[in-house]
């Protein structure tokens, strides 16, 4: 671990930007997590802190694939080689902009309420963010600031892979990453705390720095509003008990239930980082072990698809005795085996899903039942796992409800290449919050 906390990155970020000319600076965090690193910026710096929102216009075949990138203030920047390259249409392009142009109104309201933001041209945008995988998100910020009249663009992060750095360049007059790893798997993994950062969190921290009261406010607000309930429980399955981890923070409707692949567990380390993007985005999780200690030395439970969709409802019957789950909508994500078990059980009406998730998922293991299957579902899959982007692409053509594919390029079967798995995530984060978040649900 190289930090702390977000507060201790952006203090020892700060501390490595004090060189930067103060005139005209304006540091701009990224929603969410980006926020308390830039918040600690600011207040070192003496400059200005605002947000910058920015959403990202994709192919509409292949929506990880950026044609695009919109801003506040009306901005629209077209990578006009991969429109051409992707044969989009203007009429494309524009359906895009409007669905994107929606939640980008919804995320700026919701972080900036009434404020105006502070205006770009002429001075100098600091883009800060609490890690840089990809860089897709940040070199999206960059032209936008640019569009905004940002005479000059400079990156900051506490940790980037070098290659991401080095790309950065291109659209940033400088890039400063405290740290460079070349062993890069997730952000999360350079924190020793990488909780979620909420939405009032980020209302706060804005708040108090247009105030002035930035002294007192950074390591009540930064720490203030943690999850409704992170804990481990006893989830109740049908005749069986297993272990879990339940976290849902407060305020939330909608909890991710997940469904792990042969031979993992409820610790496994890429669940939960995918859980913890959820949780950043306003999600609850659940995450279990599919078997007892006891069943799992039958290595062909493991394997058993409908033993485990079974599992998976009656876990799922026992989050609605739980006071979160009991108005709760209900997404399910699986990774491998666990995403044929996620379709299997999604096709099962005690199961009440709304949306599926499979993540390098193996869905023709839940043959029988894809055309059953009605909630909205995203299958994720790598660019260099062959084989199972071909079952995907079989399955894909079974499912009768409406249903994605979506290809991570140069990611094997478990998304151990740098910034795949964080790809990967935002993907899972952008449906369920698509299909979980903005939509009506029960009144008490």
């Known amino acids: 671990m190289f930090f702390a906390d977000r507060a201790d990155a952006g203090r020892r970020l700060a501390d490595r930007l004090r060189e930067l000319p ?56 077209l990578n006009e080689q991969v429109v051409k390259l992707a044969h989009v249409s203007a009429a494309d392009i524009d359906e895009a902009q409007t669905r994107e142009e929606q939640e980008l109104a919804r995320r700026a309201g919701r ?56 790309s950065l360049r291109d659209d940033a007059d400088d890039v400063i990453s405290l740290y460079t790893p070349e062993q890069f798997f997730a952000i999360g993994q350079f924190y020793e705390d990488f909780a979620q950062t909420s939405d009032a969190e980020v209302m706060r921290l804005l708040a108090a720095s247009r105030e002035g009261d930035v002294a007192s406010a950074g390591a009540e607000a930064i720490t ?73 030395h039958d290595r062909a439970n493991v394997f058993d698809i409908p033993l485990l969709a079974r599992r998976l409802v009656e876990v799922t019957v026992w989050l609605r005795t739980q006071p979160e789950g009991r108005r709760a909508v209900i997404g399910y994500f699986g990774a491998s085996t666990g995403a044929g078990a996620a379709l ?46 071909a079952l995907n692409r079989e399955a894909l053509a079974e499912i009768r409800c409406e249903a994605r594919l979506s290809v991570v390029p140069g990611a094997s079967h478990l998304f151990e290449e740098p910034g795949t798995l964080e790809m990967a995530a935002e993907l899972a984060r952008d449906w369920f919050v698509d299909h979980l978040i903005s939509v009506d649900y029960p009144e008490p």
Do not use: Y
């Open 344 to 389: 299997w059980a999604a096709a099962e009406s005690d199961a009440e899903v709304r949306a599926v998730v499979s993540r390098g998922g193996r869905p023709d293991l839940a043959a029988p039942r894809l055309g059953d299957v009605r909630a909205p579902t995203l299958l994720i899959v790598g660019g260099d796992d062959t084989l199972v982007l």
């Open 224 to 296: 203030a509003d943690p999850p409704g309930r992170d804990e481990e429980v006893e989830v109740q399955a049908g005749t069986a008990t297993v272990g879990g981890r339940l976290t849902v923070p407060d305020g939330t409707h909608a909890i991710v239930v997940f469904a792990h692949g042969s031979g993992s567990s409820r610790h496994s380390p890429r669940n939960r980082f995918v859980a913890s993007v959820l949780n950043r985005a306003g999600l609850g999780t659940l995450l279990f072990d599919l078997l007892t200690p006891a069943e799992e």
């Open 22 to 77: 103060r005139d005209g600076l304006v540091v701009l965090g990224l929603p969410r997590g980006g926020v308390p690193v830039a918040f600690e910026v600011a207040r070192q710096l003496g400059a200005p802190l605002d947000i910058i929102v920015v959403r990202k216009l994709g192919v509409p075949f292949q929506p990880e694939l950026a044609m695009g990138a919109i801003g506040e203030g009306g901005v629209r920047i």
């Open 111 to 166: 972080f900036r309420g009434s404020r105006q933001r502070v205006p770009l041209a002429g001075r100098t945008a600091l883009i800060v963010d609490d890690g840089i995988a990809t860089g897709s998100t940040v070199r999206a910020a960059c032209r936008v600031a640019r569009a905004q009249g940002a005479a000059r663009v400079v990156v900051a992060t506490p940790v980037a892979p070098p290659s991401t750095v080095a």
